[in-house]
């Protein structure tokens, strides 16, 4: 559970305030106080962004209860959530395949925008929809699984892609975190990883 969803919906609801009108005194959208809030699709926060939203809300006389919020918060039924590779793989049959995403997008009857979210694992990916691409790209849809397991088959998929949609649902503290173990183990500089990705 993202605490900073936590604390923000409580401080909006101590305002009264529905969630556009939150919204528009915070200079954002709807949408993404919503997946702030819910800790549900893309949408991140930064602590600085946090720190400011509190001080709009008028939230730094409630600060004490930030605590009690967060621990009473419902907690998530289910751990961790599990990353799944489908999109990495999907991006990489479509490479592979040499159709560029607008193509490939039209084909299976989805705009580019949202081609690009399921191969980055920001957007959910149906089984019908996999298979759907799988023929696009000239391959069995039972010939999926060949690229998730310890297939040989997997280990063609570009270690990029899967990163990349790994950041897409980390934090910006846990990309932190991540980009200073790379440069811990690596010796080089931040630049220089960056770069490379």
């Known amino acids: 559970m993202n605490h900073y969803g936590v604390i923000l919906r409580q401080l909006r609801i101590l305002n009264k305030l529905q969630i556009k009108a939150a919204a528009a005194r915070i200079g954002r959208s709807a949408g993404w106080l919503s997946e702030v809030e819910n800790d549900k699709g893309s949408a991140r926060i930064h602590p600085k962004e946090f720190e400011r939203i ?30 799944s ?18 193509t490939a997008a039209r084909e299976a009857g989805i705009s580019p925008c949202y081609l690009s979210y399921l191969e980055t694992g920001i957007r959910p990916l ?33 270690v990029r892609y899967k990163l990349d949609m790994l950041l897409k649902q980390m934090d910006d503290a846990r990309i932190e975190k991540v980009l200073g173990f790379a440069l811990s183990v690596t010796n080089l500089p931040a630049s220089a990883i960056v770069g490379a990705l």
């Open 54 to 83: 509190v001080a709009v809300y008028g939230g730094e006389a409630h600060r004490k209860q930030f605590g009690l919020w967060v621990a009473k918060a419902p907690k998530s039924d289910s751990p961790a959530k599990d990353i």
């Open 85 to 102: 590779f489908g999109g990495a793989v999907l991006k990489y049959l479509r490479t592979k395949s040499q159709k560029p995403i607008a």
């Open 126 to 158: 149906s089984n019908e929809l996999r298979d759907k691409l799988m023929r696009i790209y000239g391959y069995s849809p039972s010939s999926f699984k060949n690229f998730t397991t310890e297939d040989k088959r997997a280990k063609n998929i570009p």
